[in-house]
DNA sequence: ATGGTGGAGCATCCA
């Protein structure tokens, strides 16, 4: 079963790429962010064409997630539990399988947080607060999950071009990390760093030619829980989709590009 | 020091 996440910028700017990445791709769940779209102007349609069940919880304008799976979806909900929040930034399923375990999945947009410091850099650590405490929730359970997403945390200096030049930015201070790092620390485990040997990004800017001189950014995480862990079986990083050169050029591409595991 | 790009939606805000 192939997992998959993707900050898309835009659904309806967006869309003849994203379409043609699941047509390649193929993936079974795929969490999407920043959709910026109401639940009524997603293109339901399009993927429930592809086989998929939708399940959306949208914004106007800003933000917005999705998840989408070829199982049937049990159990979903929208927003980190018992956190009042006015985005739209989770959503989770436990996916239900015929012929496999289920596994729930939680499909994030945590803030950016700039300017640190600030009231933004402070919401972006109440939210992570917040959430730690529902991975906390969710590990007591002892199932199978995963949250994957777009994290907006640089978890270490190899997961950005010039760690000096971002020292102050809110994605890489400090508290930001050491946040981070209690997602790990309670019992989840990064995927792709087991599976990936060498340092890799996730995001390059639209400015400055970031994607020409490979200045990127690794933001896109994905969590395990033991469980889930145990049935890990590869992963990757889909860099190509980044590539204006690559695909249909009649759209720009997301500054984000997928990211993806398979569990038995 | 500034601006460089891109999306939403129509003046700016956000990333």
């Not at 590009?257 to 038995?264: A, F, G, L, Y």
């Amino acid at each position: 079963m192939k997992i998959a996440s993707w900050n898309v910028n835009s659904i309806g700017a967006r869309k003849p790429r994203i379409l043609e990445w699941f047509d390649t791709a193929q993936p079974d769940v795929c969490v999407l962010q920043e959709i910026k779209c109401v639940d009524e102007k997603f293109p339901a349609k399009d993927f429930e064409e592809r086989g998929y069940n939708v399940h959306v919880h949208g914004q106007k304008t800003y933000n917005g997630v999705a998840l989408l799976s070829k199982h049937p979806v049990d159990d979903v909900i929208r927003g980190v539990p018992g956190y009042e929040d006015e985005n739209s930034r989770y959503i989770e399923g436990v996916i239900v399988p015929d012929d496999a375990a289920p596994v729930r999945v939680g499909g994030l947009y945590l803030p950016n947080g700039n300017p640190a410091p600030g009231p933004k850099y402070d919401y972006k650590l109440d939210w992570m607060q917040a959430f730690e405490a529902h991975l906390s929730d969710r590990l007591a359970l002892e199932e199978a999950a995963i949250f994957l997403g777009d994290y907006n945390v640089i978890p270490e200096p190899e997961g950005v071009y010039d760690p000096k030049g971002w020292a102050d930015a809110a994605l890489f201070r400090p508290e930001t990390r050491a946040a981070f790092r209690r997602f790990l620390n309670i019992g989840y485990t990064e995927a792709l760093n087991q599976l990936i040997g060498e340092p890799f990004y996730t995001f390059w800017d639209y400015q400055r030619g970031a994607w020409d001189k490979d200045h990127g950014i690794r933001i896109a995480t994905l969590l395990l829980s033991p469980q889930a862990l145990d049935r890990l079986d590869s992963g990757g990083v889909d860099r190509d989709a980044r590539d204006p050169k690559k695909g249909d050029d009649s759209v720009k591409p997301s500054d984000h590009v997928p990211v993806w595991v398979t569990i038995c």
